[in-house]
């Protein structure tokens, strides 16, 4: 089982940045993939990013391709969501995801932890 704590939550202005982190405990963290989900009220939670064990790999779901970028630090057991040119339909709450195997997805199936989530709103 893997612990997942996230934080950098906050509110920010439209076209501004937020760094998201991840902190990971339990399984040994460079044998999985992450992911990064999102919720916003009175919608389903979505999928909005994923990064392979060795951070060689990423994925992005097309609305935040180009704009958010993760990566992960193995030796610190975290994994980063940096989020740029933020716009309000980006609030909501995010939650970090850990893979049930080293192999990447898309799908909250695909992961088998996850953290608590973290606030993030984008005023206009």
């Known amino acids: 089982q893997v612990q997942l704590v996230e934080s950098g939550g906050g509110l920010v202005q439209a076209g501004g940045s937020l760094r998201l982190s991840c902190a990971a405990s339990?399984?040994?963290?460079?044998?999985?993939?992450m992911g990064w989900f999102r919720q916003a009220p009175g919608k389903e939670r979505e999928f909005v990013g994923g990064?392979?064990?060795?951070?060689?790999?990423?994925y992005y779901a097309d609305s935040v391709k180009g704009r958010f970028t993760i990566s992960r630090d193995n030796a610190k057991n975290t994994v980063y969501l940096q989020m740029t040119s933020l716009k309000p339909e980006d609030t909501a709450v995010y939650y970090c995801?850990?893979?049930?195997?080293?192999?990447?997805?898309?799908?909250?199936?695909?992961?088998?932890?996850w953290g608590q989530g973290t606030q993030v709103t984008v005023s206009s």
């Open positions: 339990g399984r040994t963290f460079g044998t999985y993939a």
């Open positions: 995801a850990a893979g049930r195997s080293s192999r990447a997805g898309r799908a909250e199936a695909d992961f088998g932890s």
């Open positions: 990064i392979s064990w060795t951070g060689i790999s990423t």
